[in-house]
Protein backbone atom coordinates (compact mmCIF):
# COMPACT_ATOMS: atom_id res chain seq x y z
CA UNK A 1 0.00 0.00 0.00
CA UNK A 2 2.89 2.00 0.65
CA UNK A 3 5.64 2.21 -2.43
CA UNK A 4 8.79 3.75 -2.25
CA UNK A 5 11.11 5.07 -4.86
CA UNK A 6 13.76 7.28 -5.98
CA UNK A 7 16.66 5.82 -4.18
CA UNK A 8 20.33 5.70 -5.85
CA UNK A 9 23.65 6.24 -5.82
CA UNK A 10 25.12 10.20 -5.37
CA UNK A 11 28.28 11.39 -4.73
CA UNK A 12 28.45 13.61 -1.78
CA UNK A 13 27.31 17.10 -1.86
CA UNK A 14 24.59 16.08 -4.16
CA UNK A 15 20.88 15.49 -4.21
CA UNK A 16 18.34 13.07 -4.52
CA UNK A 17 14.28 13.13 -3.88
CA UNK A 18 12.35 10.16 -2.70
CA UNK A 19 8.84 9.29 -3.27
CA UNK A 20 6.14 7.37 -1.16
CA UNK A 21 2.96 6.55 -3.97
CA UNK A 22 0.38 5.03 -1.45
CA UNK A 23 -2.65 2.82 -3.37
CA UNK A 24 -5.56 0.83 -1.54
CA UNK A 25 -6.37 2.95 1.03
CA UNK A 26 -6.92 7.13 1.85
CA UNK A 27 -3.80 8.23 3.61
CA UNK A 28 -4.65 11.55 3.47
CA UNK A 29 -6.03 12.01 6.55
CA UNK A 30 -2.67 10.35 8.22
CA UNK A 31 0.77 11.53 9.54
CA UNK A 32 3.15 10.41 7.32
CA UNK A 33 7.23 9.58 7.83
CA UNK A 34 10.22 8.08 6.92
CA UNK A 35 12.88 6.23 8.23
CA UNK A 36 16.03 4.81 7.56
CA UNK A 37 18.27 2.19 8.07
CA UNK A 38 21.91 1.41 7.53
CA UNK A 39 24.06 -1.81 7.98
CA UNK A 40 24.23 -3.09 11.25
CA UNK A 41 22.00 -0.09 12.79
CA UNK A 42 18.63 0.68 14.23
CA UNK A 43 16.09 1.57 12.34
CA UNK A 44 16.13 5.80 12.79
CA UNK A 45 13.62 8.69 12.62
CA UNK A 46 13.91 11.11 9.76
CA UNK A 47 11.52 13.21 9.27
CA UNK A 48 7.41 13.54 9.41
CA UNK A 49 4.86 16.06 8.05
CA UNK A 50 1.25 16.30 9.57
CA UNK A 51 -1.81 14.90 7.92
CA UNK A 52 -2.92 18.75 6.90
CA UNK A 53 1.21 19.40 5.36
CA UNK A 54 0.95 22.21 7.97
CA UNK A 55 3.48 20.85 10.40
CA UNK A 56 7.05 19.29 9.59
CA UNK A 57 9.24 17.50 11.93
CA UNK A 58 13.07 16.32 11.31
CA UNK A 59 15.74 14.71 13.08
CA UNK A 60 18.40 16.65 13.94
CA UNK A 61 20.74 15.09 11.90
CA UNK A 62 19.07 16.03 8.70
CA UNK A 63 17.58 19.25 9.81
CA UNK A 64 18.32 21.69 7.21
CA UNK A 65 19.35 19.60 4.64
CA UNK A 66 16.20 17.10 3.84
CA UNK A 67 12.42 18.39 3.49
CA UNK A 68 9.29 16.44 3.43
CA UNK A 69 6.48 17.29 1.70
CA UNK A 70 3.10 15.51 0.17
CA UNK A 71 0.50 16.08 -2.08
CA UNK A 72 -2.76 14.45 -1.51
CA UNK A 73 -3.76 14.78 -4.80
CA UNK A 74 -1.31 12.60 -5.85
CA UNK A 75 -1.41 10.05 -2.82
CA UNK A 76 2.57 10.90 -2.46
CA UNK A 77 4.79 12.02 -0.07
CA UNK A 78 8.11 13.39 -1.37
CA UNK A 79 11.56 13.47 0.72
CA UNK A 80 13.70 15.59 -0.73
CA UNK A 81 17.47 15.53 0.23
CA UNK A 82 20.45 17.55 -0.47
CA UNK A 83 23.96 18.36 1.02
CA UNK A 84 23.79 14.45 1.03
CA UNK A 85 26.75 12.98 2.85
CA UNK A 86 28.03 9.61 3.61
CA UNK A 87 26.79 8.84 6.32
CA UNK A 88 23.00 9.56 5.01
CA UNK A 89 23.70 5.95 3.06
CA UNK A 90 20.78 3.69 4.41
CA UNK A 91 17.50 1.62 3.28
CA UNK A 92 14.83 4.55 3.37
CA UNK A 93 11.18 4.03 4.31
CA UNK A 94 8.37 5.79 4.59
CA UNK A 95 5.46 5.21 6.53
CA UNK A 96 1.89 6.39 7.75
CA UNK A 97 0.60 6.54 10.90
CA UNK A 98 -3.04 6.71 12.11
CA UNK A 99 -2.60 8.59 15.26
CA UNK A 100 -1.74 12.93 15.13
CA UNK A 101 0.21 12.50 18.16
CA UNK A 102 3.94 13.12 17.16
CA UNK A 103 6.08 9.81 17.16
CA UNK A 104 9.70 9.11 16.05
CA UNK A 105 9.52 5.49 17.09
CA UNK A 106 8.99 2.87 14.11
CA UNK A 107 6.34 0.86 16.71
CA UNK A 108 3.94 3.96 16.43
CA UNK A 109 3.30 4.01 12.60
CA UNK A 110 0.60 1.71 11.35
CA UNK A 111 1.63 1.01 7.37
CA UNK A 112 4.93 0.18 6.34
CA UNK A 113 6.34 0.54 2.67
CA UNK A 114 9.53 -1.35 1.28
CA UNK A 115 12.66 0.22 1.32
CA UNK A 116 14.79 2.25 -1.18
CA UNK A 117 18.42 2.11 -0.90
CA UNK A 118 20.46 5.55 -0.83
CA UNK A 119 24.20 5.47 -1.59
CA UNK A 120 25.79 8.28 -0.94
CA UNK A 121 29.72 7.88 -2.07
CA UNK A 122 32.52 10.31 -0.51
Known amino acids: QLQASGGGLVQAGGSLRLSCAAS????????MGWFRQAPGKEREFVAR????????YYADSVKGRFTISRDDAKNTVYLQMNSLKPEDTAVYYC?????????????????WGQGTQVTVSS
Open 24 to 31: GRTFSSYD
Open 95 to 111: AADTSPVLAVTRGEYDY
Open 49 to 56: ISWSGSST
